[in-house]
Structures are given as structure tokens and as C-alpha cells.
């Protein structure tokens, strides 16, 4: 192997210790970012080093970093830790099961793993660039199949298991994708669900890119097997578990991640091989604080970015112990969560303000049982958390002695962008607070003016490319420009409202676009209103988020139905069964409305605003509806509200 660095050589990247260094650390990154972020990457094993650091212009866009250099980024997440850390424990995984079943890799087994995997899909037709696409639960296989397409430089798409066939569909049929790898059975919680079925209903749906369908034995209930289907176990068999790795350019793409927009259609948003490797390293280490011996845990799924930076490639790059837990926060009780810090003795623990919300809701005798006194640093991430929330978290399972980093970034951003650094910069509960070393955040006002004054609210926007940021959304790169860069010029616009304090932190307040965040998932009022309309009886629909106690937001559909839907005294059930087979049950409404018709201005746009206030039972203050084209039923509306 001909590495740049010989694995001796390789310095650690660098982690902020102080306050002071990290104010001396962001103004170097901010006067010299090329040169900052060279220094990081030459801690990363590459095959070839770049020839330029960084090639941009926000207009097209066009961002390319470390142009020009090789490398594959499982040689830096697996083989440079062999020699120094092979026998230490890469991966525990926590299974649903009640009796709470652990399976553990060492960096040497996760390595023989993810080579004999990659030999596996080799053998099964997969070249450097193909498409992967993966609808799979939490199970190491998972991780390791991932690992093993970046491998051989085959780019993949996971697809969280939650979502319908349709949806599963639609994001093979955008990226081609030649495999789909799955499982016959998810479990979650007390329930085994056929997730085998819900791929062979996708690829009736015409998937013709498809050729063949990896499917790994988790439960072993019975399943249907198709021509195209391979089974897993049978695939690894005699497979070599050394795998030569696919020499990648930096900006080769490393994966697609579908996610929600404010039309109709997600998007394929796309990650590249260099950059981000550079920054999930650099902001796992850092953010975390992550140390040689600890046990780093994050609940998320890996069906989202967080799962991505923050479970899989951002730990593995730092060399660290990282856990993965297939089952559900309340199952077999609330204490779960808790039960597993204990028994990982887990130092960071790293979750989302919605499963924050709901454990606080089941009391406080369930962290109370356990003893968390692991626990150095708390994380969230995917939504605003209310102070409430915030302070919970700090007392009953940080005992007061654990910061908490409220991490704010998007799939986009590939990375954490702005977040407190614990026992580093101090936290305020609510607030994201400080940008990260490279990163350069800013307010504009709707006109893209630049806001400088602190304790302002404006609209954020980063001025500066960042290592990982999106290049592009996959096959459309005009939607990647219109969306993220034409609308203030030079600048990433995130779609996110956020105020500044006299101190300079900023407390992210949600988003001005048509996405709402429920539970932390991200979904389109567009897509949802799509769905609902593929009802016979709805004639049109408008889907506005509205506050929810432990979801953050709830979804709110007014519906105008058909003459014959006024004696379905099912409607409302079956709106919600509409939604489940379009998009899935993340996606179904908590509230439903029949209306007369939807408040329009003259040009036929709906007033959204009037829509969300009602939901929210903001009723007084709704502002000039004379302007409307129909204001009398905005009372209507309101009546309708109870
Ligand atoms: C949107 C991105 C980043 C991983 C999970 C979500 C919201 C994210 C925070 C936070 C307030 C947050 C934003 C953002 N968001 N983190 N700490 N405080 N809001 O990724 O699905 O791409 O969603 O989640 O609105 O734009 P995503």
C-alpha cells in the first residue's frame, strides 16, 4: 500500500482545549482558512496529497476541497488504527432484544468485516461509482456494508427504514441505484416488521435499475425469495476479509442522503470523499471531546445524516468506541436509554430533543435507577429544545456535571456547524451558541443585507465554504444552486431563522421554509400535501406544523373534500393510510380539517401564515386578511379550529 503518510507519522487532528485556543484557533481558521484546514487534513492518511486546498464560487456552485488528492476514506476510519488500536473495541452494538444481547467489533474484526463485505458486492457486480441503496435496520451489518461500499468507491444511499415503498421507490429510481441491500425483518420494540415486503412492493414499482437484492437474516421469519434476491450469509461466504482499497479522488462522491425540501420531491443531497472526512473527524474530536478510553454513544439512526457523521465515519475516523442501538428509547420501558449508559458505561451520549421531551414525560425515577455517572458530555441534535427540556437533561442525567452541546447543522452541512465546546465555551440552555472553527455564520435580512448588530433575529446564511458541505443534489445540480445559493447572493442560505445575542451565540429558531421538523424528521408540507391528494375524495389540501409538546412540531392538514366525502365518517383514517403508503408513518397528520376552501391571496398563493397561526391557536393576531381573495373564510377556518 502506498500511503502518503507512513502510519508512524501520523499526528492526531487537532482538538481545542481552552477557551483561549479556541479564540485563536477560529480567527486563524477565519483569516486562513486554506491553511487551517491543510494542517487538518494532513493529519488523514492520502494516497496522493492535494495539489490545491480549496477551489470555490457560491454562484454555480462549485466548491472543491483538496483538490486534486486520493485517498479512501476506510483506510483513515479503519487500517491507520490497526497498528496503534486494532484490538480496542470499534463498535458495540445493543440489539432490541429485552435481554439486551451486545455484539462487539475490534477495529480488526470491523476492518476483516467490511473487506470481506466489499469482496461480497465486488463478486456481486458493483463497481466504483454504482449506487447502493440500503433499507436496513439498526444492525452492524448495516454499518459494515456502508463502510464496505466506500470501499470499493461504490456511493451509498441509505434509506431510513420507516419510510413506504413508494418512498423507497422514488429515492432507488432518482440515484439508479444498481443494489439494494435489507433485511428480512426489522424488529422494533415488541414488533417484527416485514421490511423484505416492503421491498418487494418498491420494486414492482419500476425499479429497473435494480439487479440485485442483498438480504441479511435478522429474524429469520419467513420470507419470500425472488430472482434477484441474494442472500446475505451466502454472499460473505468465502469471501477474502482483505480488500484492497479503491484509490478515490477527494471529490469523488461518498454518498447520497435523501432529504426533505419545500417541493414536493426530495433531494439526493451529495457528499464528496475528502472534505468530509477532514471535518467529521475534526468535529467529532472536538465537539465530543472524545478521549482514547471513552465509549461515545448516539442514538440516532443511521437512515440520517446524524447516523452517518456521528455514529459511523466522524467516531471511526477518531478511533473511537462508538455504540449502535437497534431498539426504541421506551421499549422494553422508559429506562432503556439509561440502562445502556450504564452498562457501556457510555461518556458521551448524544440524542434528540423529542426523545428528550418524551423520557421527561415517563418521570424521573427512570434515570434515577441507573447510575450515569460515566456521562462527561450530553448532546442534541435536529430541532430547537425548549429551556425546559434543556434544563432536565442537565439535572437528572447530567447531574449538573455534564455541558450540554446543542449541535445545530443539516444534512447539507454534513457536519456540526455551530455548538457550544463543553467545558470549553460556556452553554446557554436553547442556544447553539458558537460557530466552529472555519465556519463563518451570518444574519441577513429578507433583502440578503448582512444584519451586524448582536441581539438581532435574521435569516442564517454561511458566507465561507466548510470542508463538508454539499456539493450538489444528486442529478439536478440547478435545484442544489436555486435552493441553497440563489437566494442571497454568496452566500449558503441554511432555510433556518436565528438570533444572535449580545454575546455572539445564536439560538437557532426553526425554519422559514416550507419543512417542518417532527420529532427531528424532516419532511415537506409539499410532500405531505402530495400524499393527501392521492386521495379520491380530497380536492385539495394545505399542511402547516403547528407546536407539539414531545414532537416539537405536530402536522396540521386542512382538506377540502369532495360532495361524496361528506358521509365517510372513515376519512380521516383513511387520509392518515394515505400518507403511510406515499411517504410512511413518520409522515401522517396529527390533526386533520375539513374546510370550505384555504385562505388565498389574489394571485392563488395560500396564506400559509393565516394556516399556522390558526393551528398554533394563535388566533389574535392574524394580521390583514382584507387582502385576501376569500377572507370571510378565514373565520370559518377559525371556527372549525375548537
Ligand atoms: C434542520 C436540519 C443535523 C442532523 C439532524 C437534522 C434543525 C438541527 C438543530 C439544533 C435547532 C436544529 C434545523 C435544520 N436543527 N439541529 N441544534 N437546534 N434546530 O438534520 O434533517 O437535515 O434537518 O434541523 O431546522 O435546518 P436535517
Redesign the pocket.
Given at each position: 500500500m502506498n500511503f502518503y503518510y507512513s502510519l508512524d507519522t501520523i499526528i492526531m487532528t487537532l482538538q481545542i482545549k481552552s477557551l483561549e485556543a479556541y479564540k485563536t484557533i477560529y480567527q486563524k481558521s477565519v483569516e486562513k482558512p486554506e491553511a487551517f484546514w491543510a494542517e487538518q487534513a494532513d493529519t488523514f492518511v492520502w494516497r496522493k496529497k492535494w495539489d490545491k486546498v480549496l477551489d470555490w464560487e457560491f454562484k454555480t456552485p462549485n466548491v472543491k476541497w483538496f483538490v486534486g488528492g486520493k485517498l479512501n476514506i476506510t483506510e483513515n476510519c479503519l487500517d491507520r488504527h490497526l497498528e496503534e488500536r486494532g484490538g480496542k473495541t470499534a463498535l458495540i452494538w445493543e440489539s432490541n432484544e429485552i435481554t439486551g444481547t451486545t455484539q462487539k467489533y475490534t477495529y480488526r474484526e470491523l476492518h476483516a468485516a467490511v473487506c470481506q463485505c466489499a469482496n461480497a458486492l465486488k463478486a456481486n457486480g458493483i463497481e466504483k461509482g454504482d449506487r447502493v441503496c440500503f433499507y436496513m435496520p439498526m444492525v452492524p451489518e448495516l454499518a459494515i456494508a456502508v463502510l464496505a461500499c466506500a470501499r470499493i468507491g461504490a456511493i451509498h444511499s441509505v434509506v431510513f427504514a420507516g419510510f413506504s415503498a413508494q418512498a423507497l421507490a422514488d429515492r432507488i429510481k432518482d440515484a439508479k441505484a444498481k443494489m439494494l441491500i435489507c433485511s428480512d425483518y426489522n424488529r422494533r420494540g415488541a414488533k417484527n416488521i416485514p421490511v423484505k415486503q416492503v421491498v418487494d412492493d418498491a420494486l414492482t414499482m419500476g425499479c429497473d435499475s435494480v439487479k440485485t437484492v442483498l438480504v441479511h437474516k435478522n429474524t429469520g421469519d419467513s420470507i419470500d425469495m425472488n430472482a434477484l434476491d441474494v442472500w446475505w450469509h451466502e454472499a460473505m461466504q468465502g469471501q477474502s476479509t482483505e480488500c484492497e482499497a479503491t484509490e478515490m479522488d477527494s471529490e469523488d462522491m461518498l454518498f447520497i442522503l435523501y432529504?426533505?425540501g419545500s417541493t414536493g420531491k426530495p433531494k439526493g443531497v451529495v457528499h464528496t470523499c475528502g472534505g468530509y472526512m477532514v471535518y467529521t473527524c475534526f468535529s467529532f474530536k472536538n465537539v465530543f471531546q472524545y478521549q482514547e478510553e471513552d465509549v461515545y454513544w448516539c442514538t440516532?439512526d443511521i437512515g440520517?445524516?446524524?447516523g452517518h457523521s456521528y455514529i459511523v465515519y466522524g467516531p471511526l475516523l477518531a478511533g473511537a468506541t462508538t455504540v449502535m442501538f437497534e431498539g426504541v428509547p421506551t421499549y422494553p420501558d422508559a429506562g432503556r436509554f439509561w440502562a445502556i449508559c450504564e452498562k457501556h458505561k457510555v461518556n458521551q451520549f448524544y440524542t434528540?430533543?423529542t426523545a428528550i421531551r418524551a423520557l421527561m414525560a415517563k418521570g424521573d425515577n427512570w434515570p434515577e435507577q441507573y447510575d450515569l455517572s460515566s456521562i462527561k458530555v450530553l448532546g442534541?441534535?435536529?430541532?430547537?429544545?425548549n429551556e425546559e427540556a434543556w434544563k432536565w437533561y442537565e439535572e437528572k442525567i447530567g447531574k449538573g456535571k455534564a455541558p450540554i452541546v446543542?449541535?445545530?447543522?443539516?444534512?447539507?452541512?454534513g457536519g456540526?456547524l455551530?455548538?457550544p465546546l463543553p467545558g470549553i465555551t460556556d452553554t446557554k440552555p436553547t442556544y447553539?451558541s458558537y460557530p466552529m472553527p472555519g465556519v463563518q455564520p451570518i444574519l441577513v435580512d429578507a433583502e440578503g443585507k448582512e444584519i451586524l448588530e448582536n441581539e438581532k433575529e435574521g435569516l442564517l446564511c454561511i458566507k465561507f465554504p466548510w470542508p463538508s458541505m454539499l456539493r450538489t443534489t444528486y442529478g439536478d445540480h440547478q435545484r442544489c444552486c436555486h435552493t441553497y445559493f440563489s437566494p442571497f447572493k454568496d452566500k449558503y442560505f441554511?432555510?433556518?431563522g436565528a438570533r444572535r445575542d449580545a454575546d455572539g451565540r445564536y439560538r437557532?429558531i426553526?425554519?422559514v421554509d416550507d419543512?417542518i421538523?417532527v420529532s427531528?424528521?424532516?419532511l415537506g408540507t409539499a410532500e405531505i400535501e402530495n400524499a393527501i391528494n392521492q386521495h379520491p375524495q380530497v380536492i385539495e389540501s394545505a399542511v402547516v406544523g403547528y407546536p407539539h409538546d414531545i414532537k416539537g412540531q405536530g402536522i396540521y392538514a386542512y382538506v377540502i373534500v369532495g360532495e361524496e366525502a361528506k358521509n365517510n365518517t372513515d376519512l380521516e383514517k383513511a387520509i392518515r393510510a394515505v400518507v403511510n403508503t406515499e411517504i410512511g408513518p413518520i409522515a401522517k397528520p396529527d390533526q386533520i380539517q375539513v374546510v370550505s376552501g384555504l385562505p388565498k391571496t389574489r394571485s392563488g398563493k395560500i396564506m400559509r401564515r393565516i394556516l399556522r397561526k390558526i393551528a398554533a391557536k394563535d388566533m389574535d393576531k392574524l394580521g390583514d386578511v382584507s387582502t385576501l381573495l376569500n377572507p370571510e373564510i378565514v373565520e370559518e377556518i377559525k371556527k372549525g379550529r375548537g
Open positions: 432529504t426533505s440516532a440520517w445524516i446524524t434528540a430533543p442534541t441534535v435536529g430541532e430547537p429544545i446543542d449541535t445545530w447543522w443539516q444534512t447539507e452541512t456540526v455551530i455548538t447553539a441554511t432555510g433556518d437557532i426553526g425554519r419543512v421538523n427531528g424528521h424532516r
